[in-house]
Structure formats: C-alpha cells, structure tokens
C-alpha cells in the first residue's frame, strides 16, 4: 500500500549556549578521563542540554510512532535527520566545556597528561565527524 507524502515536522538546531571560562582556582582538580565525573560544568549549560535531551527522548518517541504507523518513509528519516542534528548540538555544548575546562588544564602539564589529551581530543573530534 503506497503512503502519499506528508509534510513532516523539523525541529530547529539549537541555539550555541555560551560557556563560561574555567575558575582559575578550580583548573588544577580537573578529574578527567573516562569514567570520571564531570568538573567544571556551567549550570546553564547543564540545564540547557537538559532540556535539549528530554525533547530529543520526544523526538524519538515520535519517530518511533511514525514507524509503527507505517508513515512515509521520507518522512520518518527526515526526522531521524533532525534527531541526530539535535543530539550534535548537545555533544558539540559538551566539547565546548571540555575544552574551556579538563583540556585547557591538561593542555598545560607537560609530558604524558598533555599526550592523552591530544589523542583523546582527536578521537572525540573524529566520533563526531563521523
């Protein structure tokens, strides 16, 4: 049975969240690599992508009832399309405050934690490239 199209709904991309520069005094207690908790973080930032998130599980959801709808295939990907542009903006907030806050420290040490850093940066921007 073929679906005519309809016009299917696209969320906006975000609006950039400004980041607040580190505390000088809290630069050197940055408990970074995997596993670790988060330091450093702006509490609007945190809300902001919050937020973002929880209309992403939305997004989701309603995808998910486009499919078992059996809605028109264009339509269900563009959707997909605005979710995955949804969840980059959110990543892209949290490697701007990974970079204000346990990059820029880490890029001032010498020696191995700067090491680890530049590799751990790199793979981060080539997850997101992807």
Request: charged share 25%.
């Given at each position: 049975m073929?679906h005519?199209?309809?016009?299917?709904?696209?969320?906006?991309?975000?609006?950039?969240?400004e980041?607040?520069?580190?505390?000088?005094e809290?630069l050197?207690?940055?408990?970074c690599g995997?596993g670790?908790k988060a330091?450093?973080?702006?509490?609007?930032?945190?809300?902001?992508?919050?937020?973002h998130l929880?209309?992403?599980?939305?997004q989701?959801?309603?995808?998910?009832?486009?499919?078992?709808d059996?809605?028109?295939c264009?339509d269900v990907?563009?959707q997909?399309?605005?979710a995955?542009q949804?969840?980059?903006s959110v990543?892209r907030?949290?490697?701007?405050n990974?970079l204000?806050h346990?990059?820029?420290?880490?890029?001032?040490?010498?020696g191995?934690?700067?090491?680890?850093?530049t590799?751990?940066?790199?793979?981060l921007v080539s997850?997101?490239?992807?």
């Amino acid at each position: 049975m073929e679906h005519p199209p309809k016009t299917a709904t696209v969320s906006k991309p975000a609006k950039p969240v400004e980041v607040l520069p580190p505390d000088p005094e809290q630069l050197h207690t940055c408990a970074c690599g995997p596993g670790a908790k988060a330091f450093g973080v702006d509490p609007g930032l945190k809300a902001s992508n919050l937020r973002h998130l929880r209309r992403i599980e939305g997004q989701v959801r309603g995808i998910a009832r486009m499919v078992e709808d059996d809605r028109y295939c264009t339509d269900v990907i563009t959707q997909i399309a605005a979710a995955r542009q949804s969840l980059h903006s959110v990543a892209r907030n949290l490697l701007a405050n990974h970079l204000k806050h346990c990059a820029a420290a880490a890029m001032r040490e010498p020696g191995q934690a700067q090491e680890a850093m530049t590799k751990e940066l790199l793979d981060l921007v080539s997850k997101l490239s992807k």
